[in-house]
């Protein structure tokens, strides 16, 4: 896919390095592939991304659009450690019907298929943005910004973050959501009966509650004040309904 970049993380250091770094436990890529994010120190979001551990390397799997913040964000916290970071030419394919040889299930979540790490895209023709409002997958750019906190952001339930793996930028933050306080605001679905587009605003008698996001269909992903959003609500000239 044209729109992803994969960048190797290699060197003695690699492992460490990681894990003191993203959100999930690096030790769980090895032969495989993992789902993390990189944060702020303040906990917020900086980069989503797919960790593949291979036999002298790893594979980092990111959004072009966040490939060069994240590399540089790398570079920053790489210090002394025996670490290099380089971008590869490998192509990332993605598809849900059978799977190439070499690919690694998605991990966040089995309707999303497979990802495939190679010299050229052998990806399938899915609707990913229906896919991904069917099953609440938030996408990089859209739902997935700077002011997002991956908790609100469905993380947990996409196998995005371990809580026991030990420390990492931004980790307190988000531990003291996770145990100390109710989620109050976040990603759901939600159906549009009329016209209503990415970026409208969401409100009811009058109160924000929120902001549409991915929309497919008379589906959509919406960020939303769960305490505001107990009844039928608008965005555009459409009437907006939490599904969940």
């Known amino acids: 896919m044209s729109d992803r970049v994969v960048l190797s993380v290699s060197g003695p250091d690699r492992v460490e390095f990681?894990?003191?770094?993203?959100?999930?436990?690096?030790?769980?890529?090895?032969?495989?592939?993992?789902?993390?994010?990189?944060?702020?120190?303040?906990?917020?979001?900086?980069?989503?991304f797919f960790v593949t551990g291979q036999d002298d390397r790893m594979l980092v799997d990111v959004a072009q659009s966040h490939a060069a913040t994240l590399a540089q964000?790398?570079?920053?916290?790489?210090?002394?450690?025996?670490?290099q970071i380089d971008q590869t030419d490998l192509v990332v394919s993605r598809g849900t019907g059978a799977p190439p040889s070499g690919a690694l299930a998605d991990p966040r979540h089995p309707a999303l298929g497979w990802r495939h790490y190679g010299d050229s895209d052998i990806s399938d023709a899915t609707d990913w943005d229906a896919l991904r409002v069917a099953h609440l997958i938030p996408e990089t750019g859209i739902e997935l910004t700077p002011d997002t906190y991956i908790l609100e952001a469905r993380f947990e339930a996409l196998h995005g973050v371990d809580f026991r793996k030990g420390c990492y930028v931004g980790q307190e933050l988000v531990a003291r959501m996770k145990h100390k306080t109710e989620l109050r605001k976040g990603l759901a679905r939600v159906s549009i009966d009329g016209i209503a587009a990415?970026?409208?605003?969401i409100t009811s008698e009058g109160k924000d509650v929120g902001l549409l996001h991915t929309v497919s269909g008379n589906q959509a992903i919406a960020y939303l004040r769960f305490d505001r959003?107990?009844?039928?609500?608008?965005?555009?000239?459409?009437?907006?309904?939490?599904?969940?």
């Open 229 to 244: 959003a107990t009844g039928p609500m608008q965005a555009g000239s459409a009437t907006i309904t939490l599904t969940d």
């Open 73 to 83: 964000r790398l570079m920053m916290y790489k210090l002394r450690a025996a670490v």
């Open 198 to 201: 990415t970026g409208d605003a």
């Open 18 to 48: 990681l894990q003191g770094l993203i959100t999930n436990d690096v030790n769980r890529a090895a032969g495989g592939v993992i789902y993390a994010a990189l944060l702020t120190p303040q906990g917020k979001f900086i980069a989503d």
